[in-house]
């Protein structure tokens, strides 16, 4: 008998959308071995009613409009709001003039949209994979709020931190940053509910990158899709003006499809809650002789993280470029 094909793996991605956020969720929508059951939203790269608009303008193109898409945080637990429209143009989307989407949020907020789909996933047998993309407003909120269906998720990837590189500060993430007791409150409760949890911060964002000849290209197949991934691409090269750019938070959504590409280390991680120039660090713990680990005076830190620190750039690229093209299938 010939092998059988391995399900697609149930998937919910927390987003602030966001140009790269906008491409996970095209690859996320599009590839059949994902199966994307909801997109939560909260603010962060635009204002949570950019972010919200967005979502459903990327979903419709898709032609994913049965994904329920939850309305969440609009602000972090304890900072002012801060955003990255500098980034993605001044509507959070490469300011591509598209049209308003025809459809509406789901009726529950996002904490309850990942709730009630931690726990569908749950009593099918088969856990949902959680994939924050955005400042962990809303996760954390879940963790505290509904700790039971937080229990029950079967793994959290989340883009943000970085062991070595940052960019919102000289010493943090943007994600992080922006609310950092978020992020701090979502390892502990990992930590708490056994649940794996994976960095695919700063280290490796940078690596998956298109060229402006395959931006070219998509936008040559004049497909919605390809078209729409052309204006975001398309965008960020001009931003940069170094005639690439990075698949960015799409780079987490294909590692879950070509877990191979990526290399990481099982590692200590703490947040940077308190420190005047480092909030909201990552503090990656990479000492190799327990020694020094042991004699720590402030102890072990509590969260093992699975800290992505190398990738197969290409390979991510080329997941998403393959699903975009209408390739895969």
Do not use: K
Request: one cysteine or more; glycine letters at 8%; a negative charge.
């Amino acid at each position: 008998m010939p092998p059988q094909p391995s399900a697609p793996i149930p998937l919910v991605l927390d987003v602030d959308t966001g140009i790269d956020d906008a491409m996970a969720i095209l690859l996320a929508a599009l590839h059949p071995d994902l199966d994307l059951r909801a997109v939560t939203c909260a603010g962060g790269n635009a204002p949570l009613e950019d972010v919200v608009r967005n979502t459903l303008t990327v979903l419709e193109i898709a032609g994913r409009t049965d994904v329920p898409v939850g309305v969440g945080a609009r602000r972090p637990l304890l900072e002012q709001p801060v955003d990255a429209r500098h980034v993605h143009g001044s509507d959070g989307m490469g300011d591509l003039g598209l049209p308003a989407p025809r459809t509406e949020p789901d009726p529950r907020i996002a904490v309850e949209l990942l709730r009630d789909e931690a726990e569908r996933a749950y009593a099918q047998g088969r856990p949902l994979t959680l994939v924050p993309l955005a400042p962990m407003t809303n996760v954390a909120l879940l963790a505290r709020v509904h700790p039971d269906a937080f229990a029950r998720l079967g793994r959290v990837v989340f883009m943000g931190g970085g062991a070595d590189v940052s960019n919102a500060t000289a010493a943090a993430e943007f994600n992080v940053f922006h609310d950092p007791e978020a992020t701090a409150l979502v390892l502990d409760a990992c930590v708490e509910h056994d649940v794996p949890v994976t960095m695919y911060g700063l280290d490796v964002f940078y690596a998956p990158r298109v060229t402006r000849e395959q931006s070219q290209a998509l936008r040559d197949l004049g497909t919605p899709v390809a078209t729409l991934a052309a204006g975001l691409t398309s965008f960020h090269q001009r931003v940069f003006q170094d005639g690439t750019m990075t698949v960015g938070d799409a780079g987490a959504v294909a590692s879950l499809l070509v877990p191979q590409a990526v290399r990481t280390e099982r590692r200590p991680v703490r947040v940077e809650l308190a420190g005047t120039w480092t909030r909201g660090r990552t503090i990656v713990d990479r000492r190799d002789w327990t020694g020094d680990m042991e004699h720590d005076p402030h102890g072990p830190a509590r969260a093992m993280v699975d800290v992505c620190l190398g990738v197969d750039g290409d390979a991510l690229r080329d997941v998403w470029l393959a699903t975009v093209r209408g390739e895969v299938g």
